[in-house]
């Protein structure tokens, strides 16, 4: 067994114990295998360990990649900022966005999404911890931005994103997870249908799933250590497993 496999064996295993905990069912949860900073051969050896779903952060360097694996039935997440300028990359290589946090980016991303593509699937990103410099809207305009991104016709709505700041133990971990859940469910009660929550790293998956979340971004336990500065695919630094 590669590493890899294994390290997808195990986060499988910590998912279904975090499931069983929340008395949730496991088929709830699904697994997005964050591969920014590794190469194009780490997320071949995930996919024939059974991973489909890659989230990537730096557009540039996730659109080589995703070139580069045209051939494999890949489901690409953008889980990083999106610029103006990007949006045009965005729209044409990748099948969800999670981090929509402003309407013109939307807009564009609607705009630019190819027609012979699916609509592009994407989630608000919260603010949960109201830090001041963090991404993301604060969650009470997050109604308000829910309600245009559903005018757009190339984008479908599915729900929200949080990356809350790093907290130590379960229950503080749990309770910012909670903020994103009750305002998904405040969102559904206003009549909107969404059906995803995107949160959840390594150190907090199982905070977030007893939580609530749909969506786990899992990067480090899936494929080891990243250099401390993010750095492309192409540095010399390698992961350490
Ligand atoms: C890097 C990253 C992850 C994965 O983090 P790990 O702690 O390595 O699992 C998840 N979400 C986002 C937005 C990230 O940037």
């Known amino acids: 067994m590669t590493t890899i496999r294994n390290n997808l064996q ?14 949730r069912p496991v088929t709830d949860v699904t697994l997005l295998a964050v591969s920014k900073t590794f190469g194009p051969e780490a997320v071949r050896e995930a996919h ?45 290589h990748f099948d969800w966005v999670h981090t929509i946090d402003r309407l013109k980016i939307a807009q564009r991303l609607s705009e630019q999404r190819p027609p012979e ?19 993301g809207v604060a969650p009470r305009d997050a109604m308000a931005l829910a309600r245009e991104v559903l005018q757009l016709p190339r984008l479908r709505l599915r729900g929200l994103m949080t990356i809350p700041e790093p907290a130590g133990d379960f229950a503080s971990q749990r309770a910012l997870h909670l903020r994103a859940r009750l305002l998904l469910e405040q969102l559904n009660q206003a009549g909107l249908e969404l059906d995803t929550l995107s949160m959840g790293m390594t150190g907090d998956l199982e905070a977030a799933i007893d939580a609530g979340s749909t969506l786990v971004r899992i990067g480090t336990a899936v494929f080891g250590g990243r250099p401390v500065k993010d750095a492309t695919f192409s540095a010399p630094a390698g992961p350490v497993a």
């Open 10 to 23: 195990r986060v499988h295993e910590r998912i279904v114990t975090a499931c069983a905990q929340a008395q």
């Open 117 to 135: 593509l699916a609509p592009l699937q994407v989630l608000i990103q919260v603010n949960t911890d109201s830090g001041p410099t963090k991404a």
């Open 48 to 92: 024939a360990a059974g991973q489909l779903a890659f989230g990537e952060n730096y557009i540039q360097e996730a659109v080589e990649k995703i070139a580069l694996l045209r051939e494999l039935p890949l489901q690409w997440h953008c889980i990083g900022p999106v610029q103006s300028n990007k949006t045009r990359l965005v729209a044409t």
